[in-house]
């Protein structure tokens, strides 16, 4: 199985603020990377594939970047709305599997 | 617009079965894959299981394998999960997603359900 790790687990900002949440694959994966966003008791909602395309209706302060083993996700001035916790997927090869998560605080 | 719509869980003994259930709206049911994903009280997320547009592939992590069984009737545009065999450690809030046109990138997720396996 691919193993997904990302660093850090969580982190103080500020309104404002950017963040980098860096995610890393035990093994090449070229840019089948995804990020989803998770706040609690609603729907997680997906952010990037594809390693830094957006999907439809986020907003351009996230972005995403890397392939093979490496990527990060950027939030430039984070808004409130923002703060959640973010997970890294990889969608190449079953089982998909996570990263353990970031969570954004304020 | 794109929904996914969860119904089922609940609370169950260990060692029963449970089945899920989620319908598609606002897109080509039958022309995507769908999944199943959960998340554990006070951890993170963990796939478990997945099939193709029309059903012929199915996959599922190792803890699940011989024990759950997804399913789908495009017909109905429902996607299920039937859980068998039921431990603690599947207890998790089960989370329906839809494949997008992107292999394995989950673009709509439905609003979960609680899923709590009793000793």
């Known amino acids: 199985d691919v193993q997904m790790t990302q660093s850090p687990s969580s982190l103080s900002a500020s309104v404002g603020d950017r963040v980098v949440i860096t995610c890393r694959a035990n093994q090449d994966i070229k840019n089948f990377l995804a990020w989803v966003q998770v706040k609690p008791g609603t729907a997680p909602k997906s952010l990037i594939f594809a390693a830094s395309s957006r999907q439809n209706g986020v907003p351009s302060r996230f972005s995403g970047s890397g392939s093979g083993t490496e990527f990060t996700l950027t939030i430039t001035n984070v808004q409130p709305e923002d703060f959640a916790t973010y997970y890294c997927q990889q969608c190449g090869t079953y089982p998909l599997t996570f990263g353990g998560g970031t969570k954004v605080e304020i | 617009q794109v929904q996914v719509v969860q119904s089922g869980g609940g609370v169950v003994q260990a060692g029963k079965s449970l089945r899920l259930s989620c319908t598609g709206s606002?897109?080509?049911?039958?022309?995507?894959?769908m999944h199943w994903v959960r998340q554990t009280p006070g951890k993170g997320l963990e796939w478990v299981a997945g099939?193709?547009?029309?059903?012929?592939?199915?996959y599922y992590v190792d803890s699940v394998k011989g024990r759950f069984t997804i399913s789908r009737d495009n017909s109905q545009k429902m996607v299920s999960l039937q859980m068998d065999s039921l431990r603690g450690e599947d207890t998790a809030v089960y989370y329906c997603?839809?494949?997008?046109?992107?292999?394995?990138?989950?673009?709509?997720w439905g609003q979960g359900a609680l899923v709590a396996v009793s000793s």
């Open positions: 099939l193709s547009y029309d059903g012929s592939n199915k």
């Open positions: 606002g897109f080509t049911f039958g022309n995507y894959g």
């Open positions: 997603a839809k494949e997008g046109g992107y292999r394995g990138h989950l673009d709509y």
